[in-house]
């Protein structure tokens, strides 16, 4: 029998989920975008079928129930795989000058959305006697304390503990973390071009540009998938 596998992969605009759904496509998988928006070029492989988008602006939790994630998937998808991608590194700014609405905002997409995602996703395997597998793109700064990115570091690290909490009470669905390290994003250049003050690490992620650390996220996007087995 035919093993069939649905991959739905969040933030797909730009960065690494751009390539990781870009060479999902590329692959024939088939793959479901979650997000604000698609790249035109992935506009056209969402009209010709080669992929599914599903809009959702994924910090407004309250309308993450009302998405629709059950139609896009297939009904005899006997493995559903979860790329958790979609992240936002601000606010920048030390504990004591962030405010509670943009540390709140964080947490939203950086964390609650993915559980509220898995969990759509976990009652749609269960119901077709799938298999869930979570891939959570985290970062060392879930380990990590550093100055000025309370907000990134802790919401992060909050995903991450969901998601192993989730193994633990269905040890049936994967968890993978994945630390994808430094890569050429805009998340990086908001980092160095921050306020020093708000941002006491600034030079840290200007260094990685001036010594050229920074990954391509294609490259990336690639070893991801071949690591993970995928398509
Ligand atoms: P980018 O900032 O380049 O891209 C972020 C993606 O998330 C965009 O597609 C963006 O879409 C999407 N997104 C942001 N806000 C929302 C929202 N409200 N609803 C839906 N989608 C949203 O980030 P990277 O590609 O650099 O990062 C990808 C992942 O890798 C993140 O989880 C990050 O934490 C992790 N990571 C990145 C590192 C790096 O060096 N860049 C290092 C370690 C980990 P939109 O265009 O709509 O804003």
Redesign the pocket.
């Known amino acids: 029998m035919n093993q069939q596998r649905a991959i739905i992969v969040?933030?797909?605009?730009?960065?690494?989920?751009?390539d990781l759904l870009d060479l999902l496509v590329e692959a024939g998988a088939r793959p479901i975008a979650?997000?604000?928006?698609v790249d035109r070029r992935h506009k056209v492989a969402v009209a010709s079928k080669a992929c599914v988008f599903v809009a959702?602006?994924?910090?407004?939790l309250p309308s993450l129930d009302q998405i629709d994630l059950a139609s896009a998937l297939p009904q005899t998808a006997d493995e559903i795989v979860l790329i958790?991608?979609?992240?936002?590194?601000e606010p920048i700014g030390t504990v004591g000058a962030i405010d509670g609405a943009s540390l709140a905002a964080a947490f939203a997409?950086?964390a609650v959305?993915p559980a509220i995602v898995a969990r759509k996703l976990l009652a749609a395997a269960d119901s077709r006697q799938a298999k869930l597998r979570v891939l959570n793109?985290?970062?060392?700064?879930a380990r990590r304390a550093l100055p000025g990115l309370a907000a990134?570091c802790a919401s992060?690290a909050a995903a991450a503990m969901i998601f192993d909490c989730l193994a633990a009470e269905r040890p049936d669905v994967a968890i993978e973390h994945i630390?994808?390290?430094?890569?050429d994003?805009?998340?990086?250049n908001?980092l160095r071009s921050a306020d020093d003050q708000a941002l006491p690490v600034r030079q840290l992620f200007a260094g990685f540009e001036s010594e050229a650390k920074?990954r391509l996220?294609r490259d990336v996007a690639r070893e991801i998938l071949a690591r993970a087995g995928l398509p």
């Open positions: 969040t933030g797909v605009s730009r960065g690494l989920g751009f979650l997000g604000r928006r959702a602006d994924l910090s407004v958790s991608n979609a992240g936002v590194v997409l950086n959305a793109i985290s970062t060392g700064a990134y992060k630390d994808p390290g430094v890569l994003t805009d998340m990086q908001t920074l996220p």
